[in-house]
């Protein structure tokens, strides 16, 4: 396999190895004809799978119709997609705009405004986006350092620590944002315990659920499995099957903070992203989602026992095999044997199926990642 030419784009992304002409269902098509079984999904993005044709048919149908008219105009679909929304959390309000990183720079404003403090409680580990806000509350130093100053008034504390997180609460803290499960920082299932015990400061409990929502976990909310009401909550990678689209959730309970002119986006709630994402939220319905936990039990339960791996983990079909190896060079050997996947971090494996999936193959792929691990 040889590299693809990158010549005019700026390498924020290393050398990628191939190229793909098209998508069906679970699988990919590179430009050289090959087939790829998709354990990646676009990061977590495809969920529905590649050309599902519940949202393939609302674009187009709204491809025919209106493109784009702006937030000054009601357009259908961003009507109906906020009312789906709202009635799956159990009563909210959205805020559309592009991607996750945006949607968590409209929760940090939200919080701000609301409560009128400034600090920010944050995990060690976490990934909340790459723009100056949703970067200075990322867990990993690493991609800070050099934009450094950010804003700074954010503390870390590591994962299900629940005394650093009590000790790291104060006055000045108006918002406590977790990820239910953290995607980017080695696929870390919070616990329940650690969720009830942020739910109980006094701040808004904002969770970015960019990677963990729209059925990626086995129900639609990740919170649903923690057994909290959240106040903020944003979505994004699943959400449209594909197409840009980023979400703010204001619960009923934490309305109120934002008026006109105080938060906006050109292309936010954009009517084919929304249309698309009607269609995807439609078909997420229990029987998916019941798809979704018992393929995530079968792949976690695979892993398990293949060699190099430390510990499986994850919720539904967000699923990291810890290894005592590098991850990067077993995805690099994965992809070389047909199957796509991720890392997380530096040493774990992470698989993020379409939630289509079925038992085939994900024994399929285990058996790619029992031959690439053996190797
Ligand atoms: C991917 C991701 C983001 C950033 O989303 P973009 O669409 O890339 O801006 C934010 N938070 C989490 C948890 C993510 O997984």
Not at 254 to 268: E, M, N, Q
Request: net charge negative.
């Amino acid at each position: 396999m040889s590299a693809v030419a990158q010549g005019a784009l700026l390498p924020t992304y290393p050398e990628t190895r191939v190229t793909f002409v098209s998508g069906d269902g679970v699988q990919l098509t590179g430009a050289d004809g090959r087939r790829y079984l998709d354990f990646a999904a676009g990061i977590a993005v495809v969920g529905l799978g590649h050309r599902h044709p519940a949202p393939l048919a609302a674009a187009h149908a709204q491809l025919d119709r209106l493109w784009h008219a702006s937030n000054l105009f009601g357009t259908e679909p961003v009507s109906a997609l906020a009312a789906i929304l709202s009635d799956r959390f159990g009563g909210a309000q959205a805020f559309f705009c592009n991607s996750g990183t945006e949607a968590n720079e409209a929760a940090i404003k939200y919080a701000r405004k609301a409560t009128g403090k400034s600090g920010v409680i944050a995990l060690e580990q976490s990934f909340h986006g790459r723009t100056t806000g949703a970067l200075a509350v990322t867990g990993q130093p690493a991609k800070r350092a050099a934009f450094e100053p950010l804003f700074d008034d954010v503390r870390f504390v590591a994962p299900n620590d629940v005394d650093a997180l009590r000790a790291a609460m104060s006055g000045d803290v108006g918002l406590v944002l977790l990820e239910p499960v953290l995607g980017e920082g080695g696929v870390i299932p919070l616990d329940p315990a650690f969720v009830a015990a942020a739910r109980e400061l006094d701040a808004l409990l904002a969770l970015d659920e960019v990677q963990t929502g729209v059925g990626r976990t086995g129900t639609f909310f990740a919170f649903e499995q923690l057994g909290v009401a959240p106040d903020l909550v944003t979505l994004a990678k699943g959400l449209a099957n594909g197409l840009p689209i980023g979400c703010l959730l204001v619960a009923d309970h934490a309305l109120g903070a934002f008026v006109p002119g105080d938060h906006g986006s050109t292309f936010g709630g954009n009517p084919v992203s929304c249309a698309a994402a009607v269609a995807v939220c439609e078909t997420i319905d229990e029987e998916l989602l019941a798809g979704v936990r018992a393929n995530g039990a079968r792949l976690l339960a695979g892993l398990a026992s293949l060699p190099h791996v430390v510990e499986a983990r994850g919720r539904g079909l967000l699923v990291g095999a810890h290894l005592d190896v590098p991850a990067g060079p077993v995805v690099d050997a994965a992809l070389d044997a047909g199957l796509v996947t991720l890392t997380s971090g530096a040493n774990v494996l992470r698989l993020a199926p379409p939630l289509v999936v079925d038992a085939a193959a994900v024994d399929h792929a285990l058996e790619i990642l029992t031959e690439v691990l053996s190797a």
